[in-house]
């Protein structure tokens, strides 16, 4: 047998990351993130290209393959950068301070992420996916690897001052605001932001806002959380509806089990393939509660059926977890678990698939294809290959009476069609083993032991826990990030300690095993230290010793993970520092009043502490910072709203957009933020007829092709009622607002309007 050594190999070879070991036989001549990099720039006087990604990000498998593996394209970067190359799972404290500066350069982020930098790390110039050659106004990137190096050979005083003046605004923003007047964290605020956060419920299709539809995890615990303790008859139905409709959908495997990271449209019908181990944790938690708060078993048999798919396929001989599975195989989307009726009914019933047999009759394969919607004809089309008709299809639910009417049966056929998918090609398995990841997991396995009674649930959180306090912890009490192969590097970042701290006591409340409750105090104790503010609260993402990032970042959002400050401050509450949770909750009390939507696991701390403690109260500061404009407030006050009553059942609502700023029409552009405006009420009658948005101005920008749907200046929205409310109303808007040349973080916006 013949072997052929590949014709490059780059510095990324001696990595452990396979998203960096993918790179290593480019033509690029990449460095892994740290200081070789660094004085290479340094010395060679040479901008660093960073490029930012993760092993099952399809878009980043594209740039690799229309872009670094182009031996000239090679040769442009190699000539004219340091090129960096980044597992953003492994760096993720490179990964938020670079993103952040391309949310505020352009009008999104995403991977791959594509930064520039000067040799002290400062960045000037970022966006993310780029084509190789321009078109339809869209710039490639080689025409922007040429233009930046001739801008730093022949323009180096205006690359300087966009990289001081974007390295100012990520210092800015890295720090929470101080509150310039006094704040009262109480259980009305924690209300009120609950009910901001799902004002944007789907009633047609359950979950959260339009397409791309994420699970919103975070979210759904809060709203567990807060109906565990203050039933609420609405809430829970909204809770259900979401949960019932990601089990039925496409974005659930519907043979293995595990949940797909996301839903292409509204419907949950087409997924992004790829499946997260967090995403899976998250969701097997939340269906766990759901089960113990309802008693529907269909939760817990979704909830057994993620545990089982992890520890079937996600699980490495030592017990940790594995980080994810691709969402393509041979550079097609899904290509493993799309089928046709034809294939369904052939691998149940007439082929005998290798030895396998057959067991089914024609009555049984049509009876499976009408319960997984395969009579109803393809309902998938590869968005990058094929005519762009549908052809093949995304197994769902489409008639979950006839599925429980016959569950057995079709369970078995379910398991023997998963056997026939396995002998197709696989998507890539990422084995990193990742703290916080894992963490997510133990907690959850832990609370599904308990509460479903499986013993080897637990027994698979007690194995893991283990793993990592063997594996990824030096004898000095140092956590590491991750590791592969039995190779642990990379020190912790907050939420690894937090969440392994919690996941340790989630492990206790289950078994009664004190050990475990020690253990949780001890890396408590070590977090406090490394990452604890201890002149102004909270903690910061990495450590103090760390001195390869120009800004240290004290964040509270989640992402979709919860942060780490959310998750440390209801550690430090469990293991009796309530002083500690209440500081760090009040820290981000003024960033939590302004856009709480968006800080679920911080919100849920804070009512925890609130229900047991009583209210937050925080006064204004004094501060050199207090009269700067985080960039979440200067979106917040980007738009302002006003109401009229035009009629006992019609209220207009008029939008004033600050001048110069323009936000994305309730029909954007594919991919952009939908102006989109919700209404909820106490009044369970109260009906709405209609939301009636004004037409768009379209206009064009240099970063897209197309010319875009706006709103600028002031619109008015109309909303019709079946019938006059009873009760006051309450108007939620989402919008992101943008200039010609960056984008706003999107807010939602809400306000409460009193009946005529």
């Not at 340091?82 to 999104?108: F, G, W």
């Not at 807060?226 to 959908?249: C, E, F, K, Y």
Request: negative net charge; glycine residues 6%.
């Amino acid at each position: 047998m013949t072997t052929h050594s590949p014709k490059h190999t780059n510095r990324l070879s001696r990595e452990q990351s396979p998203y960096l070991l993918q790179h290593a036989h480019n033509p690029v001549d990449w460095y892994p993130w740290g200081s070789e990099a660094f004085e290479a720039a340094r010395a060679q006087n040479k901008p660093i290209f960073l490029s930012v990604g993760y092993s099952t990000c399809y878009w980043c498998h594209v740039m690799e393959r229309q872009c670094f593996e182009v031996e000239e394209i090679a040769a442009e970067m190699n000539k004219r950068f340091i090129n960096i190359k980044v597992d953003r799972e492994e760096r993720p404290d490179v990964d938020s301070l670079y993103m952040t500066a391309v949310q505020v350069l352009t009008k999104h982020g995403g991977w791959p992420m594509s930064v520039w930098l000067t040799p002290d790390l400062r960045p000037f110039y970022g966006g993310t996916y780029f084509p190789p050659k321009s078109t339809g106004g869209r710039p490639g990137f080689v025409d922007i690897l040429q233009g930046l190096d001739d801008a730093w050979q022949n323009r180096r005083d205006e690359i300087e001052r966009s990289a001081t003046q974007l390295a100012n605004v990520l210092q800015q923003v890295a720090r929470p605001p101080v509150a310039e007047r006094p704040i009262t964290i109480d259980e009305s605020v924690i209300d009120r932001i609950v009910a901001n956060s799902i004002a944007n419920y789907d009633p047609q299709n359950g979950g959260f806002g339009g397409a791309p539809k994420f699970p919103q995890e975070t979210l759904l615990e809060l709203l567990l959380d807060d109906l565990s303790h203050r039933p609420d008859a609405t809430r829970l139905a909204i809770v259900n509806h979401t949960l019932d409709a990601m089990a039925l959908g496409g974005i659930r495997d519907q043979l293995g089990g595990g949940f797909h990271r996301y839903s292409t449209d509204a419907e949950w019908l087409v997924p992004h393939f790829e499946i997260m181990l967090y995403d899976n944790a998250m969701l097997a938690q939340i269906y766990v509660e759901a089960f113990r708060q309802t008693e529907n078993q269909r939760y817990a048999k979704v909830a057994r059926e993620v545990f089982d798919f992890i520890l079937r396929e996600m699980t490495s001989r030592d017990g940790a977890f594995y980080t994810a599975l691709d969402a393509e195989v041979d550079a097609q989307e899904g290509l493993s678990y799309l089928w046709t009726e034809d294939e369904v009914r052939r691998s149940l019933t007439d082929e005998p698939n290798k030895g396998m047999g057959a067991p089914f009759w024609q009555p049984d394969a049509h009876l499976f294809a009408k319960v997984y919607g395969l009579d109803q004809g393809p309902n998938f089309a590869d968005p990058h290959h094929g005519n762009g008709r549908p052809d093949k299809s995304i197994l769902f639910m489409a008639d979950r009476e006839l599925y429980e009417q016959n569950a057995e049966l079709i369970d078995r056929m379910r398991v023997y069609l998963l056997g026939i998918r396995a002998q197709r090609k696989q998507p890539l398995l990422d084995t990193k083993i990742i703290t916080s990841w894992n963490a997510l997991m133990i907690r959850a396995l832990a609370k599904g032991g308990q509460v479903l009674q499986e013993e080897r649930y637990l027994e698979a959180a007690r194995k893991a826990a283990n793993f990592l306090l063997t594996n990824h912890r030096t004898p000095a009490g140092v956590l590491l990030r991750t590791s592969r192969d039995g190779n642990a590097k990379y020190d912790g970042f907050l939420d690894d300690y937090a969440g392994l701290a919690q996941a340790l006591l989630a492990l206790r409340e289950a078994d009664g095993r004190e050990g475990w409750k020690d253990a949780a105090a001890a890396i408590a104790t070590d977090m406090l230290q490394r990452f604890g503010d201890d002149e102004n609260g909270a903690f910061f993402f990495f450590a103090s010793d760390a001195t390869d990032l120009i800004v240290r970042q004290k964040i509270a959002s989640d992402s979709p993970m919860p942060s780490g400050n959310g998750v440390a401050a209801t550690v430090m509450q469990d293991l009796g520092h309530e002083d500690i949770a209440c500081r760090t909750i009040a820290t981000f009390a003024p960033q939590m009043e302004q856009v709480g939507e968006g800080m679920s696991s911080l919100v849920l701390a804070a009512a925890k502490y609130v229900r047991q403690f009583g209210p937050i109260e925080v006064g204004a500061a004094e501060s050199a910072t207090a009269g700067m404009t985080p960039i979440t407030t200067t979106a917040n006050t980007a738009v302002t709203l006003t109401t009229e009553w035009a009629s006992a059942n019609q209220l207009e609502v008029r939008v004033t957009i600050l001048g110069g700023l323009h936000i994305n029409a309730h029909e954007p552009l594919k991919g952009l933020v939908a102006t989109q405006l919700s209404v909820s009420s106490e009044d369970a009658d109260l009906q709405v007829a209609g939301i009636d948005y004004p037409p768009a101005t379209t206009e064009r920008f240099e970063f897209s092709p197309d010319p875009m749907p706006v709103y600028s200046g002031q619109i008015t929205i109309g909303i019709r009622f079946t019938a006059p409310p009873m009760l006051p109303v309450r108007i939620s808007l989402q919008y992101q607002a943008c200039d010609e040349n960056a984008c706003l973080p999107p807010v939602t916006k809400s306000m409460t309007v009193d009946v005529t």
